[in-house]
């Protein structure tokens, strides 16, 4: 049954990275067919990623109230009918209605998945995940470019994907009962506490709400630095090795796929070396690695190091984002964990959504050249939190153990 279980999820994950990338891969025949301006996918991007942001915070009441097959099935049906009304937006406007629940839909059903998988599965299950949330996203383009390659338009590209999510939710529905049935076996574990959930019984005792938990704030900064590492690099790593390398924009393209490729590679590698290394260790490591290959783009250094870099980086940021989630429960304790796991989503979008345009702001009135810059800055930030915060909770376990 937990097997069985766990495989709709893995199908969740492929379904939830289908939808990301096709606003990006189609918007150049959208924007002709509809008359948009260039300007108009930027704004589209920003309502999808604010209604993310808003479902996020949400999720922790919602899942409470209903629970996570309930929500994740209304969630990934709110992404369906999104992504039908994109199928048959007359115009912008129209466009822009259905981004809304196509952010609201995404932001609740990954914030509820990653927190059951946390709670209930191992380290290694939550790396696989969002290695084949990397799979979706890079079938996403694929299916939309056959579309409109071959005449058919983006809107039939729409409707494919729209018929996949579609059909997700009714899986979705038909696992109810597996749902059920896990629950209830693993209701016999349910006594099994943790130095977190310990911790958390004192706090509870205070009345801490879960942002007053000590290190909640600290790791809500880690997932907007790590996100601001991994979309800056992707937004911007091909105009940095045209404008400043001097590549050409096909190379510059084909290097920052090896960057997404590395990422999505190496979460499924990291699932394997879950079996060794501890999550924290995990994090630590893939921050350093990411931090040297980010410094070896600042360094006057031939070309081909650039290369270099950009794989270290996709590599060092594969097991970061997964074995922070994953720790959630550790870190604050399972009551909590739903809630702060909505904080932090939250944060990653954030994240996504306003340092990468930062950096362009800044880089419009200087140069591109800032680029490695700031994805030094952005590392050091993450390694910095992430570390600030293993120090409190080591006190903290050293407290309970007392």
């Known amino acids: 049954m937990t097997l069985l279980l766990l495989l709709v999820i893995y199908l969740a994950f492929i379904s939830l990275g289908l939808p990301d990338p096709l606003l990006g891969a189609a918007w150049p025949v959208i924007q002709e067919d509809i008359g948009a301006p260039?300007?108009?996918?930027?704004?589209?991007?920003?309502?999808?990623?604010?209604?993310?942001?808003?479902?996020?915070?949400?999720?922790?009441?919602?899942?409470?109230?209903?629970?996570?097959?309930?929500?994740?099935?209304?969630?990934?049906?709110?992404?369906?009918?999104?992504?039908?009304?994109?199928?048959?937006?007359?115009?912008?406007?129209?466009?822009?209605?259905?981004?809304?629940?196509l952010g609201l839909g995404a932001g609740a059903v990954d914030t509820a998945l990653n927190n059951y998988v946390a709670l209930h599965y191992k380290a290694h299950h939550m790396s696989w995940l969002h290695s084949f949330w990397g799979v979706g996203a890079t079938l996403g383009p694929i299916i939309m470019a056959s579309f409109i390659s071959g005449q058919h338009g983006w809107r039939n590209g729409y409707l494919t994907i729209a018929g996949i999510q579609f059909a997700l939710a009714t899986i979705l529905l038909l696992s109810f009962p597996l749902w059920k049935k896990v629950a209830q076996n693993r209701s016999v574990t349910q006594n099994e506490e943790t130095e977190a959930d310990q911790a958390e019984a004192q706090e509870d005792a205070k009345h801490v709400k879960p942002l007053q938990i000590?290190?909640?704030?600290?790791?809500?900064?880690?997932?907007?630095?790590?996100?601001?590492?991994?979309?800056?690099?992707?937004?911007?790593?091909?105009?940095?090795?045209?404008?400043?390398?001097?590549?050409?924009?096909?190379?510059?393209?084909?290097?920052?796929?090896?960057?997404?490729?590395?990422?999505?590679?190496?979460?499924?590698?990291?699932?394997?070396?879950?079996?060794?290394?501890?999550?924290?260790?995990?994090?630590?490591?893939?921050?350093?690695?990411?931090?040297?290959?980010?410094?070896?783009?600042?360094?006057?250094?031939?070309?081909?190091?650039?290369?270099?870099?950009?794989?270290?980086?996709?590599?060092?940021?594969?097991?970061?984002?997964?074995?922070?989630?994953?720790?959630?429960?550790?870190?604050?304790?399972?009551?909590?964990?739903?809630?702060?796991?909505?904080?932090?989503?939250?944060?990653?979008?954030?994240?996504?959504?306003?340092?990468?345009?930062?950096?362009?702001?800044?880089?419009?009135?200087?140069?591109?050249?800032?680029?490695?810059?700031?994805?030094?800055?952005?590392?050091v930030g993450m390694l910095l939190c992430s570390e600030k915060l293993n120090t409190l909770l080591r006190k903290r376990n050293l407290r309970t153990s007392n």
């Open 214 to 379: 000590k290190g909640v704030k600290l790791a809500l900064l880690s997932f907007l630095f790590y996100c601001g590492v991994e979309t800056t690099v992707g937004l911007w790593g091909s105009s940095f090795l045209v404008d400043v390398k001097g590549l050409s924009a096909a190379t510059a393209a084909q290097w920052v796929s090896l960057y997404w490729g590395g990422l999505t590679v190496g979460r499924f590698l990291t699932g394997f070396v879950t079996f060794k290394l501890s999550s924290r260790m995990l994090i630590r490591v893939g921050q350093l690695t990411a931090l040297v290959g980010a410094v070896l783009l600042v360094l006057p250094f031939p070309t081909t190091f650039s290369l270099v870099g950009f794989i270290m980086i996709g590599i060092g940021l594969a097991p970061i984002f997964p074995s922070m989630l994953h720790e959630t429960p550790t870190r604050f304790g399972k009551k909590h964990s739903q809630t702060i796991m909505g904080y932090q989503m939250a944060l990653a979008y954030t994240g996504n959504t306003f340092l990468p345009p930062l950096l362009g702001l800044i880089a419009s009135h200087s140069t591109i050249a800032i680029f490695p810059f700031f994805i030094v800055l952005y590392s």
């Open 38 to 101: 260039l300007e108009a996918a930027g704004y589209l991007f920003m309502i999808i990623s604010g209604g993310t942001i808003v479902s996020s915070l949400l999720s922790g009441k919602v899942i409470k109230r209903f629970g996570t097959a309930k929500v994740t099935f209304v969630s990934v049906l709110m992404t369906a009918g999104a992504l039908l009304g994109f199928y048959f937006a007359p115009s912008l406007i129209w466009l822009v209605v259905c981004a809304i629940p």
